[in-house]
């Protein structure tokens, strides 16, 4: 089983390349079904 937060009852995700990064999926979305606390992380790549 891949263990993601999309495996927990009530939460979606979703994921899109925006062009952030090269070929890679840069921009998440998580959805919950019901009321929740949410915190986030926010980084700037210095290469």
């Keep these: 089983m891949i263990k993601n937060i999309t495996?927990?009852?009530?939460?979606?995700g979703w994921g899109a390349?925006?062009?952030v990064k090269?070929?890679?999926r840069d921009l998440a979305?998580?959805?919950?079904?019901?009321?929740a606390s949410a915190a986030a992380v926010f980084t700037q790549n210095q290469v």
């Design 17 to 19: 390349h925006t062009g």
């Design 22 to 24: 090269s070929m890679r």
């Design 29 to 35: 979305i998580i959805y919950s079904k019901v009321p």
């Design 7 to 12: 495996n927990v009852r009530g939460i979606t």
